[in-house]
């Protein structure tokens, strides 16, 4: 992330609500032209610990913590981006998707609604009957390369990496890596052709 | 949308919240009998121009801007419905589920929990290196005929009619149209067996 | 439910944050170490008749009704629970699922994110013109056994039992029973594999 965040925003919850020290909903239009990152409003969540890129939109309802998004990128509604999870720029990160640790997502990359990414391909809620922390497992990761676009509905397993301009299907569930300018689809997601030019139909 | 909204509810965001203008949460059983839609509450986010007729009913955390929503129908949190979506009468709208954009949901439909609708096939971020804008693709349309039924998890593809008391079984996804009176389910969606008459299981 | 709750956390809705009567958000370090229940923050709606065990620890943006929850269980963001589902102790409920009535989760449980459950296989809007209510259907039920892990994105049918220490893979759609220590995948889910011991992986 090139350009470090104009400012860190805070979670506008109960406290800060009272006291007033988030900044305003719904900016207006003669906000300070010097910061373009567009305020949080009273349903959204961003710690402070996340690292904010110019121009970055919210929709309402989002929890951000630990996390990077490039400049220009939009957040919609409902989604959780996650530390250590980094999301590039001029990205669109479309409502009800979840974005977990472990998840690099590079610039240009189109992500539909209700994406589920995952990094942990077997899950427990205990060790020896006690709830499992971090110590107990490795995050594994997923990448998602420049330009690539994933359909509504999808779910990307771990230790995935998704090419350059491919296209996930909606609905599709990928399961293993996916080849720059493919288009998959199906559960689990499948190769069905390619696009011959980088960004084509 | 025969039935005029009785007012227009505004989005109960942190200006709201401070300065008292929303309308209660909770609303008593003594309320104005003239006006029966549920008024929002302090996580409900419903913008100036979604048009709602009567006794429309809201659970939390829902987000509704530039859509209509007809009378009586029921909306589950976590639910968002872009601008020009429509949704009928007497419809339940179940948590979790996306409407977007080109969506048209006819009187009496069940739209389950977790339902992703999709409105352009062949999504990316960015034309040219920016970030794309309303200008760079033509919204696709879907049509949910009268009584249908989508089961919780479905997502359903662009250009896409379900006929009238079709039922899409949990976790299909629909990729062309489905019959009237017709179960689907799978990845891709088939068909499955007919109901004998509407409303059948 | 062995631990009667130590409290019963309400709604931090309009009403509760205007007059001050909620708990606080981010609870602080000292506070009572008498009750070990997380407070609620201002994005987190748990209705008063939710029974939680100890220790019950919440992300943002969760709406819980009529639900019981088990000691040392964590709670993601957009999660729903409704009324007469049960979750166990030391279980995770992640990010986006939906938990609904007629559920039961026994101990050490994990739930993905994006996971959901199904109470009713031939649903509907509307019976005879009018909008149905609870006279209108049965619940369905489903269990889900102790230790049992179900991946991120899964959709589980009603009348379902998942056995002990099984493996649902993400993104699968379980459609009848499963096996103790079971790995199962796809739409329809089937089995893969079996656990040689109980947690193996």
């Given amino acids: 992330m090139e ?5 860190v925003l805070v979670c506008a919850d109960l406290d800060t609500v009272q006291d007033g020290t988030v900044e305003p909903p719904m900016p207006s239009p003669t906000e300070d032209s010097k910061t373009s990152t567009t305020a949080p409003n009273a349903f ?3 710690a402070p ?5 110019k121009n970055v939109k919210f929709s309402k309802f989002i929890n951000l ?9 939009k957040i919609g509604a409902f989604v959780e981006i996650q530390k250590n ?26 992500i539909g609604h209700n994406v589920t990414f995952v990094n942990d391909m077997f ?5 020896n009957g006690a709830l499992q922390t971090e110590a107990d ?3 594994e990761t997923t990448l998602v390369k420049r330009g690539a676009s994933i359909g509504s509905g999808v779910t990307i397993l771990a230790n ?3 090419g350059e301009y491919a296209l996930i299907g909606a609905g599709a569930v990928v399961t293993k890596d996916v080849p720059a300018h493919a288009v998959v689809s199906g559960n689990p997601g499948r190769v069905m052709r390619y696009f011959e030019s980088r960004g084509q139909q």
Same sequence: chains 1, 2, 3.
């Fill in 3 to 7: 350009h470090a965040p104009k400012r």
């Fill in 44 to 46: 959204t969540c961003i």
């Fill in 49 to 53: 610990d996340v690292r904010l890129g």
């Fill in 65 to 73: 913590y630990g996390c990077e998004v490039g400049d220009d990128t």
């Fill in 85 to 110: 999870a980094k999301v590039g720029k001029r990205c669109k990160i479309s409502s009800h998707t979840f974005i977990c640790e472990g998840v690099t997502i590079e610039d240009e990359v189109f």
């Fill in 123 to 127: 899950p427990r809620a205990t060790t």
């Fill in 137 to 139: 497992w490795r995050v």
């Fill in 160 to 162: 995935v990496v998704i």
